[in-house]
């Protein structure tokens, strides 16, 4: 089984940088995946890490340390768009269907004050 | 345009009264997946598919029942709703065998079970 716990609520200002951090405790860790999800609507892909290190996409950057159980997703020059739940999911297992297999915890809500 | 659609969107029922989401793909994955948001709780799967005719349970299966007659198509069936099964549901798919496939979500049901 997994336990993945990441902060309830964050604020922060715009224009500001934010750090969400997610731990988690796995017994085959396969990769962890960060999504965005606006209020009411589908949650949207934004990383994958699998390695240690970090990875960087625009405005956006997640970072893994597996000997650590840890990853924190950092956004950058935040804008009023990105007011969203943020959701760290980890995949473990190395059966085919285990690999697809989203375990998630409970989302980190971002609110972006002008 | 790739998609994954989901019907009804909204949808207010009764105790006990039979009902179907239907959830579609347009994009040829092999991997479906069914998913309920509950506040505090996270994304949990349901049931998952790796291919037509092959189904197998998630974390909270109790109470669903699932079927993959087609490969577009994964409906999510609740023979007896209960009031328990209140819940925002999201169907997914993705291609299936490496672990950081992006899952793709449906735009979700709200579901009210009264």
């Known amino acids: 089984g997994q336990n993945i716990d990441q902060p309830t609520e964050m604020t922060a200002t715009e224009g500001a940088i934010v750090q969400i951090n997610c731990t988690y405790q796995?017994?085959?860790?396969?990769?962890l995946f960060w999504y965005q999800q606006h209020a009411g609507e589908a949650p949207t892909f934004l990383s994958y890490?699998?390695?240690?290190g970090l990875e960087e996409k625009g405005r956006f950057s997640s970072f893994l340390s597996r000997s650590k159980g840890y990853s924190y997703l950092l956004l950058k020059e935040l804008q009023m768009k990105d007011s969203a739940s943020y959701l760290c999911?980890?995949?473990?297992?190395?059966?085919?269907?285990?690999?697809?297999?989203?375990?998630f915890g409970g989302g980190t809500r971002v609110l972006v004050k002008p | 345009e790739a998609q994954v659609t989901q019907n009804p969107r909204y949808l207010i029922t009764v105790t006990g009264k039979k009902l179907t989401v239907t959830c579609s793909q347009n994009?040829?994955?092999?991997?479906m997946s069914w998913y309920r948001q509950d506040p505090g709780l996270g994304l949990r799967q349901i049931y998952y598919?790796?291919?037509?005719?092959?189904?197998d349970k998630g974390d909270v299966p109790e109470g669903y029942k699932v079927s993959r007659k087609e490969k577009r198509n994964f409906p999510l069936i609740l023979e007896s709703p209960s009031p328990n099964q209140t819940s925002l549901y999201f169907c997914?798919?993705?291609?299936?065998?490496?672990?950081?496939?992006?899952?793709?979500f449906g735009p979700g049901t709200r579901l009210t079970v009264l």
């Open positions: 997914a798919s993705s291609f299936l065998g490496q672990a950081g496939n992006e899952q793709f």
């Open positions: 796995t017994s085959g860790f396969n990769g």
């Open positions: 890490n699998v390695l240690d």
């Open positions: 999911a980890v995949t473990e297992g190395l059966l085919k269907a285990a690999g697809n297999k989203l375990t």
């Open positions: 994009m040829n994955h092999e991997y």
């Open positions: 598919s790796m291919n037509v005719e092959v189904t």
